[in-house]
């Protein structure tokens, strides 16, 4: 790539456009020229398409042929790092340039002129009639020192009908003007005052601090158990590069915990920073994307896909929770933030901040190797100390089949209530049964589309496939046999539980924290706000819960089976369990009153259990490292899933045995490939899915012998092929 400072009218240049092409186009620069980086609209048959001009045309097609960019968009031009990004993104993650474009134009009419409202003012003059209604409104326009208003904003202060706001334009009193909608966003006060910092908190904060203004690439793990004050701390670290003039972006793996965020931020900062998810609407995902760019937006709280944002001058990104499995993205582009995160600072010259209670076993490694720094807080913030935590020996247990709160579990709770406080019920699976069983042939109610069981949602009033999504409703007699009235429920999940509860503590309320019961992200955070203000006693709660929401009354945490993580064939199952039940436990005693947190398990003497419950994480990351060095696994090794699907199982399988057979690419950098082999779950939506893993070395070239060895092969219309670098998971 070639950069010019500037193509003059005519002179060629490269597009890239987000067509699935796989290359960049050559076109001939418009009238008035363009820079480098340029976001443009150009001719592709007989459409036009959003591009960015990539670098110098190659010269390498018929002159007379080429055509003009059609006109530069009014949006700043891609900075080159931006450029630089996409393309060793895409490089790591085998995804062509032009699927990296898309991901970083995920914008709405970014082609449209800026758009305008109308908004209000007052005039000074006043109304020939004046009414009690339109002096409020002047009132409040004067309460507000003369700034613009919305119409609905103007009404609904003023506590008036927009009729009358109407009324006084007409009468020349207020003023309606056009003015451009995408606005910026309120400045943030790094030097207001935050709260007073614990010795340890303090020095964390200035560590972060001084690598902040150092002006450099660096990355730093900040470990600390939930409550310690990690959030405190980082935001110590906003500030100061808010103070440099730099812009920061804080990643959180849950939409629904950023109300609290939000709120905390505005306490620090005094106003609110922008806010980047699918929660959000089409016009404030434009006006985050253009005031990113333009420096009207300093702070982004957002999910993984804000680090395709097109920052001005990103100075520091914290990804908060950072071994949270929604970081990789499992579909289209397979990509894990966290890792780009680090790649997308290091091409800016930005420090990373990676918090966590219980961090991954691949940045554990990378700190403990002296590539991250590392900073620790080692106490919960105030009186509130770490849950004391326990095993229940399920086997010493005596439970009717249909039954998974223990006895020992039961008195505990009982006795919680009985004081005021609250306890959590966790189980961590949706729905009200994962398998619905004929009783007279023994048939399981599976999904037409998948190789899984459909699980009975009973608050749904449906069987739902969780792979596919596909519904059904609840069959009144069996597909197989045809027998009436013999279908059962097998097993529990979250919604089964709380039936369990409801009739063991019928004088407690009981509420359900189960993503897939709320309608919208607002009736789930308007839930969490009232549990955390004591609006329940007993909470049942899914993964969801296992994640920063504060209930300062919850003194008991109940893990209904903490085996269920422990059983998969999956690389990550112990470091999985062991970070989840570490997060749960940590729910409890988050203030002054001191937490428990009992674990049900058939399986006491399990190592992953046993580290656990003594709280010695050092000890377990420590094993755990040792056990994937040996079996050369990451991150001790490099891995990549390869997924071939077809709604043909024979080509799919004969394409796997190919692949197979033709690794020469793959040998070469001393790479081995297995399988094929069906996928664990070997249908999806009616597509056979095969995979093959790859294992290499650490420092084997993967990715180029990869590109290499798949470009042998021909792959059908119906075939697709997905690489995954560093699964995180095999489905
Ligand atoms: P973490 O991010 O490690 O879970 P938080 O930063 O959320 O911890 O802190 C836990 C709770 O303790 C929060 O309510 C926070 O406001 C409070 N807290 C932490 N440190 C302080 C401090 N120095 N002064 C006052 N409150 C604090
Ligand atoms: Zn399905």
Redesign the pocket.
Known sequence: MTQAEFYSEGELVGVLTAQPLDRVLDYKAPEGGCFPGAFVEVPLGPRKVLGVVWGAGKGDYDRSKIRSVIRVLDVAPMREEMQLFLQKAGEYTLTPLSAMLRLATRAPGLSDPPSMQKVYRPSGRQPDRMTEARARVLATLADYGGLAFTLKELAETAGVSTGVVKGLVQQGAVLEEDRPRDLPFPSLDPDRAG????ED?EAAAQALCAGIAAGHYGTTLLR?V???????VYLEAVAECLRQGRQALVLLPEIALTAEFLTRVEARFGAKPAEWHSGVTMTERRRIWKMVGQGGAEMVIGARSALFLPFRDLGLIVVDEEHDTSYKQEDGVLYNARDMAVLRASICGARVVL?SATPSLESWTNAEAGKYDKLA?TSR??DAVLPDMRAIDMRGEQLPSDRWISNTLRREVLARVEKGEQALLFINRRGYAPITLCRACGHQIGCDHCDARMVEHRFQKRLVCHQCGETKPMPETCPNCGAEGRLAPVGPGVERLAEEAAALFPDARVVTLSSDMFGSARALKAQIKAIAEGGADIIIGTQLVAKGH?FPLLTLVGVIDADLGLQGSDLRAAERTFQLMRQVAGRAGRSERKGLALLQTYQPEHPVIRAIIAGDEERFWRAEAEERRHAGVPPFGRMAGIILSSPDVQDVFDLGNDMARRDGPLRQVGAQVFGPAPAPIARIRGRHRVRLLVKADKGAPLQAALARWLAQFRYGNQTRVSVDIDPQSFY
């Open positions: 709260k007073a910092l614990t908190q600390g939930t409550g310690s004050g990690k959030t405190e918090a807080l913030f105030g504060n």
